[in-house]
């Protein structure tokens, strides 16, 4: 066990890990030991300053602030690409992509993913006797036997590739802002290069797609929901578990829940961020009332936001 979770730590990193401990496990290599659970949340195109433990003017990450004083942080660790789904390969087999096969995004027509020959963390955690979830983003391939169903999570609820692949009632902020999905016989396809209307974006539980095209309102609250259901769920049953949360935020389109609410009117960015951070802090809860003290929580980024844009 302790060379998997330092396996790890080791690869699918960032610049910014931060682990929230729980306490009493030691990797002495004690057989009686607990096996701990692993909540891994994996954010998506943050910058170094979005967070207020890294830049003191950042106000909208309270939940993520306290984790990185209360917890260990990692602040030279490096993600294995800089783009969705090589980090993604890279984080759930510890191997680089050009080992692993996937150093390019995956694409909505894509027929394939990751390669099916490698071996996920969830895959090595599940024949430990591990009850293992994914909720988010995968990315990994979305067809057949490259859904999350089949590389090792008992259970999956979320999107197959980044949420700006495809339309969505309602469209998030972007500059060009997109439409929402067309209705009715009208022409599919948008003036606008950016917005890709052929393909409205699936969301999916499971095998199964629950809603199409998605609402990115009010999907955070719904991982939040999932994630808090899997966490009990896994911890009445008795058996360890593995949580690997992928999050969309802060990748473009930004969702527009808290647009509205916020009585600053603050930028849709710091929305987003205080979404997010919110999610984490929900995930987190959840974690503490049920597996406190037995679970390391890991928070992670794949990239460095680019001035201006989003990868
Ligand atoms: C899977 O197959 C590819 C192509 O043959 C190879 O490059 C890769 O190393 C294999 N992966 C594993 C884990 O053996
Ligand atoms: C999307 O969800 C939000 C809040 O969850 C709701 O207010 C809105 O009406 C929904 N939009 C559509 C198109 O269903």
């Known amino acids: 066990m302790a060379w998997l979770f330092l396996k790890v730590l080791l690869v699918g990193v960032s610049f910014l890990g931060c682990l929230y401990p729980l306490v009493d496990f030691c990797f002495s290599g004690e057989t009686r030991a607990p096996k701990p659970n692993f909540v891994i949340i994996l954010a998506d195109d943050m910058g170094w300053g979005d967070l207020g433990a890294n830049w003191a003017e950042t106000k909208d990450t309270a939940n993520l602030d306290q984790m990185a004083a209360e917890g260990m942080r990692f602040v030279d660790f490096h993600a ?5 789904s090589p980090s993604r390969a890279a984080l759930l087999t ?5 080992r692993n096969g996937v150093t390019h995004n995956f694409a909505v027509t894509s027929v394939g993913g ?11 955690l599940k024949q430990a006797g591990y009850v293992t979830g994914m909720i988010g983003k995968w990315h990994l391939g979305h067809h057949s036997s490259y859904h999350p169903n089949f590389r090792g999570f008992d259970y999956y609820f979320g999107i197959p590739y980044s949420h700006d692949m495809g339309c969505t009632d309602s469209p998030g902020y972007n500059l060009p802002p997109c439409p929402a999905c067309p209705r009715g016989e009208g022409p599919s396809r948008s003036p606008d290069r950016d917005c890709y209307t052929d393909v409205a974006l699936p969301l999916y539980e499971n095998l199964r797609i629950v809603e199409q095209p998605v609402n990115l309102s009010g999907l955070a609250h719904r991982y939040a929901e999932k994630a808090t259901q899997f ?14 949360v992928g999050l969309a935020h802060m990748h473009v389109p930004l969702t527009r829940t808290q647009l509205s609410a916020d009585p600053q009117g603050r930028a849709p960015y710091a929305a987003g961020l205080r979404e997010m951070d919110g999610l984490v802090g929900q995930i987190k809860d959840g974690a503490d009332r049920t597996a406190k003290g037995n679970t390391f929580l890991w928070f ?4 460095f936001r680019r001035a201006g844009g989003s990868l």
């Open 80 to 84: 294995a690409a800089s783009t969705c």
């Open 231 to 244: 966490i009990q769920r896994a911890s009445a049953s008795g058996r360890p578990f593995l949580l690997y």
């Open 114 to 124: 990751l390669p099916l020959n490698e071996t996920t963390l969830a895959e090595v």
């Open 94 to 98: 510890g191997r680089l992509g050009l």
């Open 300 to 303: 992670t980024v794949i990239v």
